[in-house]
């Protein structure tokens, strides 16, 4: 931080940061306000406005958000695509990563430039050609769902665990095979639990990832039978443009209430992770 | 507890991606196969026997030692452990223990788990774990360390740790990388006296690589010197000493290391065999004459060797026929307390002296001042006769 002479920081920085602040809290602020109002105080001109006396709706637009689109039933669906999705690419990247640091041959670096490409390519290049072929495949229910996010998040989970991978000395694991490891045995009971940091830093932004996920369970799921919370949030704007807003915003905040806890909690490992393997300690 | 037995070992790394063919950055032989990393080592180690590995980075000791621990494939040749042949035997089923280095302890477990880990994975009882666990922690006084993860010790305790790990599994044969290169030049010490008091309760087979020559001379039953891959010499410490079978472990074994002199081998009248460095004749001591006399050894041009420890101050001048007179001026004085390294410039020679400067009574020696003229002499039996071809010591 930029700090004057006496220690003070610099006034420019202070108000810089106090904008960006307000710029990214406002949205949440506003959200949250609303979805304590009744419907009919809810406009684009009071929008900042405490709940009132007459506007002041109480809980009752959780309960509608709860209770009249199936949002238990869509909270589940999120809930399982995300536990299934993320332990899915904790488990099998940071076994790529393993094998990708400590295997030297053409096929290792091969994966690893893959990896990597995967993760400049916009999915909107691939979206129509992945919605055929996860139709084709049976990948369109949320119990398969999983193996798609696993493509996906790949090349980001592979990256991070290979930069940790690579700062664990090969001796402890030559140590463990001394000791009477067999491979896999060397990685669950070795590597795996040195590798605690990273997996919780990859699974906090993996898990924010799938969660708030909207285009890809859109576009592979089937949305009469299968909707994920962001899906479920689409399903308040009704017919001939009618929105019931009141409900909508008490969803969105419902929706997005886990991702702010589970960030909060892994938020001191998310900068160890990323930063782990980039310098030498 | 266990022999073990290599019989012409070679290790070759292949070509790697990056390495163009006939490129050269160390000594060791290029093939068409790849670098040869060792070759040609053959050796038996004895039940009990506490071997060194020693020799400059790069010489192949490590490498050694992990195709010993089975880490690295043998290219060639046959590895015996127990007079059972290990080559495709996996490190686990060898029976033997590792300490590294780099004390390669799992950093999310405690010492105790540390040290239970390998009894775990054999599904050992849970109280027989307990006891051995607690056996190995107090022979090296860490049971109070027993709850600490490694990230909470010191070095010298992260390497009692790594050792005690080795110790609990009770292993045929006892393997160790440089485990004191890690550590400050105080708790070396401390940890070499460990290791001999260690090895005398445990009574196991040792092989221990190092390129410390003190630790290699105050732990090793036997040491074997190793260069570029090659085994240059094997034997005991005052052997390679006393004995060195050719001028790299002359200069290798030793600190300050040996001097070496170009100088004439003769064959005196009466047949004795002398050296003669620029004026001064040195008649070899009657050992050496009939080692020389056995083999025949033709007068000629040779490399002569003389440790610094073995040369001594002329303050008189004398010569009493079997030593000669060397005059040369101080170029520095290196003072170590009780003894002072002397640089002296001699015949274009660059010669170390070491002069003792404390006895029993206190200080002997006077100070030396840079470009002093002074007079140095040893004797025909410290004098050691190198082939200028082959650089083999042409006593053996």
């Known amino acids: ?281 | 507890m266990a022999s073990v037995t290599l019989k012409n070992i070679k290790k070759i790394y292949p070509h790697s991606g990056k390495q163009k063919k006939g490129e050269k950055k160390t000594n060791l032989q290029v093939t068409d196969k790849g670098v040869v990393a060792v070759q040609e080592f053959s050796l038996n180690i004895a039940d009990r026997e506490f071997i060194v590995l020693i020799g400059p980075s790069g010489c192949g000791k490590s490498t050694t030692l992990r195709m010993i621990a089975g880490l690295e494939e043998i290219s060639e040749g046959e590895l015996y452990i127990d007079g059972q042949l290990v080559n495709k035997v996996p490190p686990k089923d060898r029976d033997i223990a590792m300490v590294f280095q780099s004390y390669a302890l799992y950093p999310d477990k405690n010492v105790y788990d540390n040290l239970a880990f390998s009894l775990r994975l054999k599904k050992m009882p849970k109280e027989e774990i307990d006891r051995k666990v607690r056996e190995a922690a107090e022979i090296l006084d860490i049971t109070q360390y027993l709850d600490r993860k490694p990230k909470a010790l010191s070095g010298g305790q992260r390497q009692r740790v790594a050792i005690g790990r080795a110790i609990v599994r009770n292993p045929k044969v006892f393997l160790m990388d440089e485990p004191l290169s890690n550590l400050d030049a105080k708790l070396r010490n401390q940890m070499r006296a460990e290791i001999i008091k260690l090895r005398q309760r445990i009574d196991t087979t040792f092989v221990y690589v190092t390129h410390d020559q003190t630790e290699a001379m105050t732990l090793g039953d036997r040491l074997v010197i190793m260069r570029d891959g090659f085994i240059q010499q094997i034997g005991t410490p005052q052997e390679a000493f006393e004995h060195p079978a050719n001028r790299f472990v002359a200069g290798f074994i030793g600190s300050p290391q040996m001097n070496f002199f170009d100088a004439e081998l003769i064959q005196q009248k009466n047949g004795d065999y002398a050296v003669v460095l620029g004026d001064a004749t040195i008649v070899l001591s009657s050992g050496k004459q009939a080692r020389l006399s056995t083999k025949d050894v033709q007068p000629q041009s040779v490399i002569l060797g003389v440790r610094p420890e073995n040369i001594a101050l002329c303050e008189d001048g004398g010569n009493d026929g079997n030593q000669a007179r060397i005059c040369g001026t101080v170029d520095v004085c290196e003072r170590m307390g009780s003894a002072a390294h002397l640089h002296v410039k001699a015949g274009g020679y660059d010669v170390v002296i070491v002069v003792q400067t404390m006895d029993k009574n206190g200080p002997t020696q006077a100070d030396f001042a840079m470009g002093q003229s002074i007079a140095f002499t040893f004797s025909g039996s410290v004098a050691h006769v190198f082939s200028k071809e082959t650089e083999k010591n042409l006593e053996f």
């Open chain 1, 1 to 281: 931080m930029n700090r004057s002479k006496n220690g003070i920081p610099g006034l420019g920085w202070t108000v810089f940061f106090s904008i960006l602040s307000a710029l990214y809290m406002y949205p949440i602020v506003m959200i949250l306000l609303n979805s304590f109002k009744v419907e009919t105080a809810i406009s684009t001109s009071t929008a900042f406005q405490m709940p009132t006396g007459d506007s002041f709706a109480g809980f009752s637009n959780y309960i509608d958000a709860i209770a009249s689109k199936g949002f238990l039933q869509s909270m589940c669906y999120s809930l399982l695509i995300t536990i299934t999705s993320v332990a899915l690419i904790l488990l099998c990247c940071s076994m790529c990563a393993w094998y990708i640091t400590r295997v030297n041959n053409l096929l290792s670096k091969a994966v690893y430039l893959l990896c990597a490409f995967s993760m400049v390519v916009p999915f909107q290049m691939v979206m129509f050609t992945l919605s055929q072929t996860a139709d084709r495949l049976k990948l369109n229910t949320p119990w398969n769902i999983c193996v798609i996010y696993l493509g996906f998040g790949a090349g980001l989970a592979v990256f991070l665990f290979s930069g940790f991978m690579k700062s664990i000395p090969i001796e402890i694991e030559e140590a463990a095979m001394i000791d009477g490891c067999n491979p896999l045995q060397t990685y669950f009971k070795v590597v795996f639990p040195i590798l605690k940091p990273t997996m919780i830093s990859v699974g906090v932004l993996e898990t924010m990832w799938v969660w708030n996920d909207y285009l890809l369970p859109t576009l592979v799921l089937d949305i009469k039978k299968y909707r994920t919370v962001p899906m479920l949030i689409q399903y308040f704007r009704g017919s001939y443009g009618r929105v019931e807003m009141g409900p909508m915003m008490a969803c969105i905040v419902l929706t997005i209430l886990p991702v702010i806890v589970i960030y909060l909690v892994g938020q001191k490992h998310i900068i160890k992770g990323v930063l782990a393997g980039a310098v030498k300690g």
